[in-house]
């Protein structure tokens, strides 16, 4: 059987936006119904840089979807001018257990975590939400915009990172993107970019909130995507209490989420409070409930997400003939 190796610059053309929703969509259907195994990530921590290798497998079974992916995220790399995060994606065929694909994975889990913020937004965000605010300025904040702006119709985008020039950056690249407003706003802060946002997303790994009770109004959607260790926390304790709180995973939550581990720890919030988006998606669970609800849709990444964008992104790169075969 051939091999297929799918760069970057391939997964970004056979894996758009609407469709990597729809891929999340199912994959998550699949997950809440018993349908897929997603043992927890295994992380080794490479303390002399400050950063930590992920191994990450998943198999779902419909279809026969079988991967793992192997994600690095070092911290220190932009100081070497690389990106913060590089992965690969391995597929296997799930009948006879050879390798059929190997996908540039940092580009897939941008686009893979941008499409579950999309979906989340899609189940949660206010139908007539019109304006969204993006909290960090790199390439998952991107997917993040991109993602928003393919399940509403957005009138204005804000964006906020520590570093003026990358937010400038951001709003350069991004604005008249397809979907996207024309125009990007750029944020003097935090608070200034969500007040006034109908949907807001925080792609940081901050240690410290960048996001409070105070600077969200009733009946916003928040996704936050950045924190997916137990020391990092995007929202404060606080609106995490007062929103309606949806996540990928519980148990991937309650091990990985720093906002939700703190909650739990201040009984703030109760495990059995933790909905899956997966139930939301099978209609076992109601998304918001009401227009003034805030509500939260708390993700830590997994791999099902990686093994359903992947093989979305390979049958595409089949039909297009994208990518390089090659026999092993």
Known sequence: ???????????????????????????????????????????????????????????????????????????NNPNLELPTIHAVVLLINAATGQAEALLE?????????????????????????????????????????????????????????????????????????????????????????????DIICTSTTSATPVLSLDDVRPGTHINGIGSFTPAMREIDPALVQQARVVVDQRQAALAEAGEIIACIKERLLNESDLIEIGDVVNGKQPGRTNAEQITFFKSV????????????ALTTARQRKLGVAVNL
Not at 302 to 310: T, Y
């Open 1 to 75: 059987m051939a091999f297929h190796i799918l760069s970057g610059d391939d997964v970004r053309v056979a894996l758009p936006m609407r469709d990597a929703i729809e891929a999340m969509r199912k994959a998550f259907g699949l997950l809440a119904s018993g349908q897929a195994d997603v043992p927890l990530r295994t992380a080794i921590p490479i303390p002399k840089h400050d950063a930590v290798t992920l191994v990450m497998p998943a198999y779902l079974h419909v279809g026969n979807r079988l991967g793992a992916k192997i994600v690095s995220v070092f911290p």
């Open 105 to 197: 994975g940092t580009a897939l889990t941008a686009i893979r975590t941008g499409a579950v913020s999309g979906l989340a937004t899609d189940l949660l965000a206010r139908p007539d939400a019109s304006s969204v605010a993006i909290i960090g300025a790199g390439a998952q904040a991107r997917t993040q915009l991109a993602a928003v702006c393919s399940v509403r119709q957005i009138a204005r985008a804000r964006v906020y990172s520590l570093s003026r020039e990358q937010s400038e950056k951001f709003a350069a690249e991004m604005a008249g993107r397809e979907g996207v407003p024309a125009t990007v706003e750029v944020a003097a802060s935090a608070h200034e970019a969500a007040a006034q946002s």
């Open 301 to 312: 990444g997994l791999a099902i997400q990686d093994v359903a964008a992947a093989q979305q």
